[in-house]
């Protein structure tokens, strides 16, 4: 078995409070999941259309105290670790570092189990929980039901910026955290990992600037569609990910590409802005 998976996150909220997050099911319906049940010390669960084989709950607590919590969860057929622990950065901060078993990058290429989407679900997880402390709006999450993702977020900048903010080799690899090369004209190439690392490209199909950017991604299946529409100085963002197999949706992706919104949106809004997830 490959090393646990590991992320780390900043978090504005005393220790305490974040702790509480973790383990309250009214608070775990914000941040985690559409639906949550809790009694320590014996039952957690969490399930719903935002969970991975979420049509119900798989999760078996296996430790809690006051700065940790792990549980296993079974998926697809193994009994996965995840583990939460905290650090007190400061009275009003907390480190929130999660451990998960049972995750290999092969499957998030091949998308032959729903452990590959363990990455991506607990970096959207993590940025709502950052944001919930902050009070802001949550980014929608995925939703492992669907062969198609849809989602609409509102940005408080001007269309224009926003626009040069998805096109802009540098400021998408900067909000993102990983490196992306794009050519910014119809028939460009987007690279993830830059253009002298992916050999399958996506192909720009459309750019309107302050109004629509599509690609078609590599290998020649699913189209993604980013819309912009202003009012008030800010944008309304609508994100289209469609036209893939319906039998293997590529979760994982469109969990990273929410999780990068999150980001997207508070790049653009909060002052000194850092990512969530830590290097």
């Not at 974040?18 to 309250?24: E, K, N, P, S």
């Not at 062969?147 to 400021?171: G, H």
């Amino acid at each position: 078995m490959t090393e646990p998976m590991t992320l780390r996150a900043r978090v504005q909220g005393p220790l305490k409070e974040v702790r509480q997050a973790l383990t309250d099911p009214a608070v775990m319906r914000i941040w985690l999941a559409e639906h949550a049940e809790v009694e320590l010390p014996g039952r957690f669960g969490f399930w719903g259309r935002t969970t991975p084989e979420g049509d119900a709950p798989h999760q078996r607590l296996v430790h809690a105290d006051e700065r940790t919590v792990r549980f296993s969860w079974l998926l697809d057929g193994e009994e996965t670790t995840t583990e939460f622990t905290l650090e007190e950065e400061s009275a009003d901060v907390t480190v929130v570092t999660v451990s998960q078993t049972h995750w290999d990058f092969q499957d998030v290429i091949t998308g032959k189990s729903i452990r590959g989407v363990l990455q991506t679900y607990w970096c959207q997880a993590l940025a709502n929980l950052a944001e919930h402390f902050e009070g802001r709006e949550l980014t929608p999450r995925a939703d492992y039901t669907s062969a198609e993702m849809r989602a609409e977020v509102t940005i408080d900048a001007s269309p224009s910026d926003v626009f040069d903010s998805l096109i802009d080799s540098e400021k998408v690899t900067r909000w993102f955290g990983f490196p992306i090369e794009i050519e910014p004209y119809v028939g460009g190439r987007f690279a993830m990992g830059g253009l002298a690392n992916d050999p399958n490209p996506a192909k720009v199909l459309e750019l309107d600037p302050g109004r629509r950017f599509s690609l078609g991604w590599g290998g020649g299946t699913g189209v993604g569609t980013w819309e912009l529409e202003g009012s008030g100085g800010k944008t309304r963002l609508t994100l289209v990910q469609s036209g893939f197999d319906g039998e293997r949706p590529p979760y994982a992706a469109w969990g990273g590409i929410l999780a990068g919104v999150a980001e997207l949106r508070r790049y653009h809004e909060v002052p000194g802005w850092r990512p969530v997830i830590m290097a």
